[in-house]
């Protein structure tokens, strides 16, 4: 009994043991498995990756336009702020003072006009007429005294005594005269009342704008990336307070590898983020290329303009930018491992082909990244196997798709 179950025991292991060796001969003859990817058809694009930074298309420097001790500061670095939003307020006593000194001179300069207007001009007009009067008697006198000497009825005394008043009559109506002048629109004493008057209103046209002064404006809507100013302090004129990043158009400024220069077309779409939030993805588009070149970096100056800008970004973020410099619709494309001798004149890929492994050549286009475009001798579906899995053209392979 025992030496039958021993017999039978063996019998089982042969019989594994024969199973075994003719699966594996079977697995032999059928070659080794290959992970193979399959031929697809896709959009390439190819794209030149940069890093950079992100400003406004320009920033405004703010100072005061007057000397003057800050009396207060009503805003925040990182604050948005409105055009004409105060920001900065210095002690404005001295210029409140030279306003009302100001404007008591145009008081005086325009109460000066209106005496000429109602009191000088008027008594010159009155002294006129009363002159011309005096002198048409002064002339009917004369004329008598003249005909009365003339005729022997009068005397030379009365004749000299005539002509005197009407020398004296012609003198006062002529003062008369310029007096009126004078007071009237063109004369020197107006022109000079008038421009008494204009100076006195310039000088508090002046007075009233350096007033103004004391309060720093925002010039135009933006966020204030900057603030070196504190209450207290005792600032000049021209002095930088605060710097406004305006608001509108957003701006990333890249640095591209000059041989990437060919490449680069105005107008050019791009796809960016920011390193600190580097899972969310924003487009942008290039709209300056720099005509010159950094000798040091050996580099040339982009920048691409964010249409609309995500929340998060901040003035002077790093980024990096992807810029599709080339696209192909509709390309036949495998993965660049998969291409045996791609700088050569004859490239090649090995197909899975009735299970083995065959040689195919084949056209190259467009790279990108770790595809590439085939332009002739795969189509869509066929099956590509990896330079690194060392199989040979011909060899049997059972494809395993990735």
Do not use: C
């Not at 070659?31 to 058809?41: A, D, I, R, S, T």
């Not at 890093?51 to 925040?76: A, F």
């Not at 790093?318 to 509709?330: E, G, L, Y």
């Not at 036949?332 to 050569?344: E, M, Y």
């Amino acid at each position: 009994m025992d030496a039958l179950w021993h017999r039978k025991w063996r019998i089982a292991v042969l019989v594994m043991v024969l199973a075994g060796a003719g699966w594996g001969l079977l697995r032999w003859r059928a070659g080794p498995e290959v992970v193979v990817y399959p031929v697809v058809k896709a959009e390439l694009v190819r794209t030149v990756v940069a890093t950079g930074h992100v400003e406004t298309p320009y920033r405004v420097s703010i100072g005061s336009q007057i000397t003057g001790t800050v009396k207060d500061v009503l805003v925040e670095e990182g604050q948005s702020v409105r055009q004409g939003q105060p920001l900065v307020a210095l002690d404005g006593t001295e210029l409140d003072a030279a306003v009302v000194q100001a404007e008591g001179a145009v008081a005086q300069a325009d109460a000066r006009m209106r005496q000429l207007r109602e009191l000088t001009k008027p008594a010159a007009d009155e002294a006129q007429k009363q002159a011309r009067a005096n002198l048409d008697n002064a002339r009917s006198a004369f004329d008598r005294a003249d005909k009365l000497a003339k005729s022997g009825a009068g005397t030379q005394a009365a004749l000299d005594e005539a002509t005197r008043a009407l020398n004296v009559a012609l003198t006062l109506s002529r003062t008369a005269e310029l007096q009126v002048y004078t007071s009237s629109p063109g004369g020197s004493d107006y022109v000079i009342a008038e421009t008494q008057l204009s100076q006195a209103r310039a000088n508090l046209a002046t007075a009233r704008a350096r007033l103004g002064y004391a309060t720093i404006t925002a010039p135009r809507d933006g966020v204030l990336i900057t603030r070196s100013v504190e209450r207290g302090t005792v600032v000049q004129a021209g002095k930088t307070l605060l710097v406004l990043a305006p608001a509108g158009d957003t701006q990333l400024v890249v640095q591209i590898d000059e041989k990437n220069l060919s490449l680069l077309k105005l107008g050019e779409s791009a796809l960016a983020s920011a390193d600190a939030y580097a899972d969310q993805r924003f487009p942008a588009s290039l709209t300056y290329i720099n005509p010159s070149v950094d000798i040091t970096r050996a580099s040339v100056e982009v920048k691409l303009t964010v249409p609309d800008p995500p929340a998060y970004l901040r003035q002077d973020m790093t980024v990096s930018v992807d810029i599709a410099v080339d696209r192909r619709s509709d390309a036949v494309v495998v993965p660049a491992r998969t291409v045996h001798g791609p700088t050569t004149a004859a490239p090649f890929v090995l197909v899975a082909r009735d299970g083995r492994a065959r040689e195919q050549k084949v056209r190259l286009g467009l790279w990108a990244g770790d595809q590439v475009q085939v332009l002739e001798g795969l189509t869509p579906g066929d099956e590509v196997l990896p330079v690194a899995s060392g199989v040979r053209a011909g060899q049997r392979i059972r494809p395993v798709p990735r």
